[in-house]
């Protein structure tokens, strides 16, 4: 077992470096919980809208749902995207069963194979880092505990067909998107999607949007703005968004997927890392968002996440 997550590790390093993502296979979450998920959040969004009222996101604890308007990245559009954030695994704080029947049974299982494969994910890269491979794996032990002491977010979200030739309430002339860029503000990021389609990246020390492909069963990995730091940027944190497609068929579908966000402990102390060098080729130069001024030192990580979050959130 060791030596498969020094190996996880070291592949998982040298993605993150030269591409700053990655796709994992054979990670054991079964597609059939994701296909679970999507449809009871399809049956929450079909809710009257005074019964999804009472499960908005609560901006503390970043629990509930987030419906299109409530967060921004891209001021310039309209961004039709539903989402659920999960910090809690108490049912007292999901949809009521006789609401969406059976939304704690499937969204808790799923929660916890995500956070299990964090975990793994987490002692990979000590591996990777040099690091004994409880060094990080013990910055992020309180993810989904409900004791507010982590971050940590499993998120559900539907984006809705696009209305014919971007046309809005009364004729008027909407331009629409499904998600701003921007980075994710997080240790990394975990993402299940379905076929739809629609993600892009602009790789490390590029300007392009790159479409980001569909490989079934593949969770995709992406560094977070934290981890980004800690490693002085060798592995970055890219810009990323999600596009309408072209073609009527296309604009005509929803699209699901299940992104879960690994955070450390709020207090975490994250120690220097001292990494081995690039492997080659190196990657190109990467400057450093504006908003990222937290390096490898003592990391309140709960400073971080609230600026970014008053950043987004309406």
Not at 112 to 134: C, I
Not at 248 to 257: D, E, K, N, V
Request: glycine share 6%; net charge neutral.
């Amino acid at each position: 077992m060791k030596s498969v997550v020094r190996r996880i590790g070291q592949q998982l390093f040298t993605a993150l470096s030269t591409k700053g993502l990655a796709m994992l296979v054979n990670h054991g979450v079964a597609e059939e919980k994701l296909k679970a998920v999507y449809a009871d959040l399809d049956n929450f969004c079909a809710l009257p809208e005074g019964c999804q009222a009472q499960y908005l996101r609560n901006p503390i604890s970043n629990h509930g749902y987030v419906k299109p308007g409530m967060e921004q990245f891209d001021e310039t559009k309209k961004e039709l995207r539903h989402s659920f954030n999960i910090t809690t695994l108490s049912a007292a704080a999901m949809p009521a069963q006789e609401e969406v029947p059976e939304f704690t049974q499937h969204a808790v299982p799923l929660a916890h194979d995500l956070t299990n494969l964090s975990r793994v994910l987490l002692q990979a890269l000590g591996y990777a880092f040099g690091l004994p491979p409880s060094t990080l794996l013990s910055c992020h032990s309180h993810m989904l505990q409900s004791d507010g002491c982590n971050a940590s977010t499993m998120r559900i979200l539907y984006y809705p067909p696009v209305p014919p030739e971007d046309e809005g309430p009364c004729y008027e002339h909407v331009t629409y998107t499904r998600c701003g860029a921007h980075s994710d503000r997080c240790t990394f990021t975990l993402v299940a999607q379905d076929s739809e389609g629609g993600l892009e990246v602009k790789l490390n020390g590029s300007d392009k949007w790159q479409s980001v492909g569909h490989l079934p069963g593949a969770i995709l990995v992406q560094t977070g703005e934290l981890l980004a730091s800690w490693t002085t940027n060798l592995l970055p944190a890219l810009m990323h968004r999600v596009v309408v497609p072209s073609g009527t068929y296309a604009r005509a579908r929803g699209r699901h997927c299940v992104a879960f966000f690994c955070h450390p402990d709020n207090e975490a102390i994250i120690p220097p890392l001292a990494l081995r060098p690039a492997p080659v080729p190196a990657p190109p130069a990467f400057t450093p968002h504006t908003h990222l001024t937290l390096h490898h030192r003592l990391l309140n990580a709960a400073h971080h996440i609230q600026k970014r979050f008053r950043e987004t959130y309406a």
